[in-house]
């Protein structure tokens, strides 16, 4: 068995407007944000129809594609909602539980970057205060990274009742980046249902931070 671990470089690493650099492990599928929201006389909108006509001929029965296409509309939306605060990159995790005590069932997760703009402050400053003034978090960690200064924490959420969502706690893992001008901060989010795995979940968390970069890792010579 070949043990090499695989490495995929997307384009976007050569990209100097891309403003932060990152790695995630193997599980996380990308979620083609510009192209589910492309404007409907777009290229991207053009892809989206025929590789979604193409998912609903393949499907078994006029119900069970009416059910898809109102799903993937929901997901449009809740894209949509994340994009308009700030959100840059979406990823779908998929692990198996199959850690010490694990039941071996699929975990499902969603990652997140998102921009924030903040006023002018020391790196570790605006750090300490993200988890400072966030609601409810708990095991705050503060962080020295390559990239700079940074905090992490985490929460747990519930839908509020009498909403339509289930009502299943929401395991959410922080990680807050100042950027080296001072005035934006990046935040890692990981959610998942899977409250019993908030250790190995803020472990993944720790793992991109810590490979997190504000200029492109291949050099200023690559990016152009």
């Not at 192209?35 to 025929?50: I, K, N, T």
């Not at 993937?72 to 539980?97: E, F, P, S």
């Not at 250790?199 to 152009?224: C, H, K, M, W």
Request: some cysteine; proline content about 8%.
């Amino acid at each position: 068995m070949d043990t090499t671990p695989q490495i995929a470089v997307a384009p976007s690493v050569t990209d100097s407007r891309a403003g932060i650099w990152f790695a995630t492990p193997g599980g996380f599928t990308e979620l083609p944000v510009d192209v589910l929201l492309a404007g409907p006389d777009s290229a991207e909108a053009d892809r989206l129809r025929l590789a979604v006509a193409s998912l609903v001929d393949a499907l078994p029965d006029g119900v069970t594609r009416q059910r898809f296409i109102a799903q993937l509309a929901h997901g449009q939306q809740l894209l949509r909602a994340l994009r308009d605060v700030g959100t840059v990159h979406c990823a779908l995790g998929i692990h198996r539980d199959d850690v010490t005590g694990g039941t071996g069932e699929t975990l499902h997760s969603l990652f997140t970057v998102s921009w924030r703009d903040i006023a002018w402050a020391p790196r570790s400053v605006s750090a300490a205060r993200a988890v400072a003034t966030a609601d409810s978090h708990a095991h705050v960690e503060y962080l020295d990274l390559p990239c700079g200064p940074a905090a992490m924490g985490e929460t747990v959420r519930a839908p509020s009742p009498g909403s339509d969502l289930p009502q299943t706690p929401l395991l959410q893992i922080h990680a807050y980046l100042p950027h080296p001008n001072h005035r934006r901060m990046a935040i890692l989010t990981l959610s998942s249902p899977a409250t019993q795995r908030r250790a190995q979940y803020r472990a993944i968390v720790r793992n991109i931070a810590e490979l997190t970069s504000f200029t492109s890792p291949l050099g200023a010579a690559q990016s152009d």
